[in-house]
């Protein structure tokens, strides 16, 4: 497994950006691929993007695609959701999440993943 660390989030009004990132450790970061979910209070963490280990290519939640992007740095063992356009309801705890992968497979479930981060709060004010 890999530790995972979130930072970046904060307070941001509609139409602004951020950029959050997560540093891995433990483990070789570029044969794991990255996923991004956010959970609001009562509700169940949500999917929001992948990237893979080997080509990045990436796959988005349709309520997000188009503002978000999901990068990553492997030399760094960082990975990166970058926000635009944010809107009041794309308020959430963010997570990034890592699982070991060997194939161009884009996972989606929370249950796909097997390392978290602690989260981290975005807040987007109208």
């Known amino acids: 497994q890999v530790q995972l660390v979130e930072s970046g989030g904060g307070l941001v009004q509609a139409g602004g950006s951020l950029r959050l990132s997560c540093a891995a450790s433990?483990?070789?970061?570029?044969?794991?691929?990255m996923g991004w979910f956010r959970q609001t209070p009562g509700n169940e963490r949500e999917f929001v993007g992948t990237?893979?280990?080997?080509?990045?290519?990436?796959y988005y939640a349709d309520s997000v695609k188009g503002r978000f992007t999901i990068s990553r740095d492997n030399a760094k063992n960082t990975g990166y959701l970058q926000m635009t356009s944010l809107k009041p309801e794309d308020t959430a705890v963010y997570y990034c999440?890592?699982?070991?992968?060997?194939?161009?497979?884009?996972?989606?479930?929370?249950?796909?993943?097997?390392?978290w981060g602690q989260g981290t709060q975005v807040t987007v004010s109208s």
């Open positions: 990237i893979t280990w080997n080509d990045g290519s990436t």
């Open positions: 433990g483990r070789t970061f570029s044969n794991y691929a």
């Open positions: 999440a890592a699982r070991p992968s060997y194939g161009h497979v884009w996972y989606t479930g929370v249950a796909d993943f097997g390392s």
